[in-house]
């Protein structure tokens, strides 16, 4: 029997502690912005509660404050599927690049890189992060799995769960004005519209430990460095702690 697990929403349609996922995904999904994580006992969240947000992620765990800081996975969503987008570019604007980690059932079980353009921006290599985990995400779906999608850009996924309906309603436009990276926000967009309602999509904080935002983390790096245009699967077997030794963004 999996391990009880409480979860912390602190920005969601309601905010608290609950003690199931499905309860948790209600309050979170499809709200931008979204801010939560899973604890192993109700002890620790009700501690992180209390100190809000930003302080929970960066406070180190009880009797452990001399160990060193490691990416963890212990707050994976509990879905079948949970998929990390990412992006990289260096300088901005300059060389970018995509990455995905993605876990099935508690497990990662792919990395993905590419998307690499020779003059992108953050933004550029955000959004192609994102649409690249819905596209993903749709296969889950498709194979009847649950999926959670995060990202660690509030751009990215304003522009595609929140903004773009208005944009749409006004001609892709901002109130007259043009949109930039318009082509991709409306692929993402588009591909949303068939997935909303039935993955959750949240953000999640970047450079915060998190091993799946970590892993694609390093993808998008590495994607930069191979010059790899494609999306191309992570040759296996994956050997984490390489991996995560990799560059990071």
């Known amino acids: 029997m999996a391990k009880k697990k409480f979860y912390v929403v602190w920005q969601g349609r ?29 002890a620790e969240a009700q501690a992180a509660l209390k100190m809000g947000y930003q302080k929970a992620l960066s406070a180190k ?40 980690s993605l876990y099935q059932n508690g497990q990662v079980t792919e990395l993905w890189y590419g998307l690499y353009q020779p003059m992108g921006t953050n933004n550029t290599a955000e959004l192609n992060g994102l649409l690249a985990a819905l596209k993903l995400a749709q296969r889950g779906v498709e194979q009847g799995a649950s999926v959670t999608v995060l990202c660690d850009s509030q751009y990215a996924i304003n522009c595609v769960s929140r903004w773009a309906d208005s944009w749409k309603a006004q001609g892709w436009t901002r109130k007259g004005d043009p949109i930039k990276n318009l082509e991709l926000i409306q692929q993402a967009y588009a591909l949303w519209q068939t997935l909303k309602g039935r993955i959750t999509l949240a953000h999640v904080p970047g450079h915060a430990g998190i091993e799946g935002n970590e892993l694609a983390d390093r993808m998008s790096v590495y994607a930069v460095e191979q010059k790899e245009t494609a999306l191309v699967r992570y040759p296996e077997p994956l050997d984490l702690a390489t991996v995560l030794a990799m560059r990071a963004g």
């Open 61 to 100: 765990p009880a009797g452990k404050a001399k160990a060193a800081a490691k990416p963890s996975s212990a707050a994976l969503p509990d879905t079948d599927w949970v998929i990390y987008a990412d992006g990289a570019c260096d300088p901005n604007p300059g060389q970018a690049g995509t990455g995905l």
């Open 14 to 42: 309601q905010t608290g502690i609950f003690t199931d996922w499905p309860s948790t995904e209600a309050a979170v999904s499809g709200v931008a912005g979204a801010k939560y994580k899973g604890y192993a006992s109700e």
